[in-house]
């Protein structure tokens, strides 16, 4: 995707060939910048404190965070225990695993001086293949919102999106804001809701962000306006992406999403997951039982980021010094509020039947 007439990538090889750059989305809508990784520590780090974040993306981060291990150490306990740390930094979303499995089976049967090259060209792949494979999400996910768009007197199509599932949360392409960028390189014309997400606000600073430099026409709307917005006939569809999808089509992705699947589903508007086959754990049936929540910082929940009158950017607290907070990262979606998964291989019933029907090779 462009970014001031330049095309970006979220994650990219330096030019030297070693190290990883990255933009640092804790920065943005305020300031764009990259960051260069060198080491694992850093790749961890930048995964942890969400310089990096959105499933996909930070698959392909531990993916790159693991060619940057193996320049200090190639050997198979020091791989393994990479790939522990790496799989550690955030738990819930299962393509951080999934990716670390990938390398690690490729790169474990190696000679030790046959890694570090094979580990660069592993990475690589697992980030082409991420945006052919968004960009397949988005075209299978476009002729939903055509659809809706036939039928809708040639009014545009109101999509309500929750977090961000664009292009900074994957390699580049996004999930769930893949079929409206698609749509809208269609001629569709598409109205997003960008819900705010509170509390890291990943609605407000990346989708609202994303949608201006697309030049796709949406409105910021805190968490809480997206059930009154259905009720009201405002709502078309709603996609959103996911961190972690059950075998059975349970959906696990930020919180307040289950909320938004609540209200469409007493709306009668159809809500969408979209997501890439690795995003699937294919061991887990029961989401809300069995998938692990992070829990992250209660300054997140105690402090919003922004920019001043004067242009600083700052950190202000929003509550008592004496109040604590909790702050899940994620919540479950049962599969019977879903009206439909939007895969690359096209879209499936959130079911066992469903996401088999797609992928027959986990039966
Ligand atoms: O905590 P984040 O910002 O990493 O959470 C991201 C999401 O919840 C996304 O919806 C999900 O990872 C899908 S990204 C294509």
Redesign the pocket.
């Known amino acids: 995707m462009k970014v001031n007439g330049t095309a970006y990538r979220s994650i990219w090889l330096a030019d030297d060939g070693k190290g990883v750059e990255i933009i640092d989305q804790t920065l943005l809508p305020f300031q764009f910048k990259v960051v260069r990784l060198d080491t694992l520590e850093q790749a961890m780090d930048a995964i942890s404190r969400?310089l990096v974040?959105?499933?996909?993306?930070?698959g392909a981060t531990a993916a790159y965070g693991i060619c940057l291990g193996l320049r200090a150490d190639q050997g198979s306990e020091a791989l393994k225990k990479m790939g522990e740390q790496l799989i550690g930094c955030?738990p819930?979303?299962v393509?951080l695993r999934w990716a670390v499995e990938r390398m690690l089976q490729v790169l474990l049967p190696l000679e030790e001086e046959q890694r570090l090259q094979a580990a660069y060209a592993e990475a690589a792949k697992i980030c082409e293949e991420d945006v052919l494979t968004?960009e397949s999400i988005g075209r299978h996910g476009a002729k939903l919102i055509a659809e809706v768009y036939a039928r809708n007197g040639g009014n545009p199509v109101n999509v309500l999106t929750?977090?961000?599932?664009?292009w900074l949360?994957?390699v580049d392409w996004?999930?769930?804001l893949a079929p409206i960028f698609k749509a809208s390189e269609q001629g569709i014309p598409v109205h997003v809701w960008v819900d705010e997400?509170r509390p890291?606000n990943?609605g407000a600073s990346?989708t609202a962000w994303e949608l201006v430099a697309a030049g796709i026409d949406h409105h910021l709307i805190v968490d809480n306006a997206g059930g009154h917005l259905m009720q009201h006939g405002q709502v078309d569809l709603c996609i959103?992406?996911?961190?972690r999808t059950t075998a059975s089509g349970d959906v696990c992705?930020?919180i307040g999403?289950y909320l938004k699947a609540l209200a469409a589903a007493d709306n009668e508007v159809p809500f969408y997951v979209?997501?890439p086959g690795s995003?699937v754990d294919w061991g887990v049936d029961d989401g809300v039982a069995q998938i692990p929540i992070?829990e992250r910082g209660q300054d997140e929940v105690l402090q919003l980021m922004g920019v001043d009158a004067s242009g600083g950017v700052g950190r202000f607290s929003i509550a008592p010094a004496a109040t604590q907070a909790v702050n899940p990262?994620?919540d479950v979606t049962p599969a019977r509020l879903v009206t439909g998964l939007i895969t690359e291989r096209g879209v499936c019933s959130a079911s066992k039947q469903g996401l088999l029907g797609l992928y027959p090779e986990k039966g």
């Open positions: 969400m974040r959105g499933a996909p993306l930070i955030r819930t979303a393509n968004n929750h977090c961000n599932a664009g949360a994957t996004g999930t769930a997400t890291r990943q990346l959103v992406g996911t961190d992705n930020k999403t979209a997501l995003t992070e990262a994620f």
